[in-house]
């Protein structure tokens, strides 16, 4: 069974930190992986995505991460904290092909808090 | 270009009643996915809908039923509503493309129906 972990429920930074936000996974096949955040009252919005090319990935918003199979993680990082980053991070990964291709498995969240 | 909608934005309804929650995708998708996102939760996945039909389906008892119609949209439909069913359920819509080596493609969220049920 596909799982996605993340570490801490909370983070905090001051403006201007680096941010990093944890994500590990469990697949017994090769995942695509994802990031999205969430701000309050709307829907999810795609930061970036894995899927089997680079194992560092950009994306939007000067957020990356890299895929490290050994380890199974997926960390989203950003050198540094705006103030306009502060919401809920979310990291999912699909395994599916085929017909199952698409469904999202996600993690708990984290909530990223940014101190002026 | 219009991205996900859905309507209505809130629904306040009481346990026992039946609601219908509705989704337009992005223009040019045909896939639509449904998730409850439970408050302080990550997503759950309910189910997929292509070609009118359910394509998967998550964890979720038979309550939870749904729609796609021919232009699309979808609607999600949770019978016997009980306070648990309480959330945020979200809609995203993708372009399905197959063949012997699909091509994943992006998920574009709604910006979801709150349910509240007392």
């Known amino acids: 069974a596909q799982s996605v972990t993340q570490l801490g429920s909370h983070v905090s930074v001051s403006e201007g930190a680096l941010v990093l936000l944890r994500c590990n996974y469990s697949?017994?096949?090769?995942?695509?992986l994802f990031w999205y955040v969430q701000y309050p009252n709307q829907g999810l919005q795609l930061l970036l995505k894995?899927?089997?090319?680079?194992?560092l990935v950009k994306g939007i918003n000067g957020f990356e991460a890299e895929f490290k199979k050994s380890e199974t993680s997926f960390h989203l990082t950003k050198p540094s904290a705006h103030m306009s980053d502060a919401a809920e991070y979310f990291c999912?990964?699909?395994?599916?092909?085929?017909?199952?291709?698409?469904?999202?498995?996600f993690g708990r969240g984290t909530q990223l808090t940014v101190w002026p | 270009d219009a991205g996900v909608t859905q309507s209505p934005t809130h629904l306040i309804k009481t346990r026992g009643q039946q609601v219908t929650l509705r989704c337009s995708p992005k223009?040019?998708?045909?896939?639509v996915s449904w998730y409850q996102q439970a408050l302080g939760q990550g997503p759950q996945f309910i189910f997929q809908?292509?070609?009118?039909?359910?394509?998967q389906r998550g964890n979720f008892p038979d309550r939870f039923s749904g729609h796609q119609f021919p232009n699309y949209s979808s609607e999600l439909n949770v019978n016997a509503l009980l306070l648990g069913d309480s959330a945020l359920y979200l809609c995203?819509?993708?372009?399905?493309?197959?063949?012997?080596?699909?091509?994943?493609?992006?998920?574009?969220f709604g910006p979801g129906t709150r349910l509240t049920v007392l």
């Open positions: 697949s017994s096949v090769p995942p695509y």
């Open positions: 894995y899927t089997s090319a680079a194992t």
């Open positions: 809908y292509y070609e009118e039909e359910e394509r």
């Open positions: 223009s040019g998708h045909d896939t």
């Open positions: 999912a990964v699909s395994v599916g092909r085929g017909s199952t291709l698409g469904r999202l498995y």
């Open positions: 995203a819509s993708s372009l399905w493309r197959g063949g012997d080596y699909p091509t994943y493609n992006e998920q574009f």
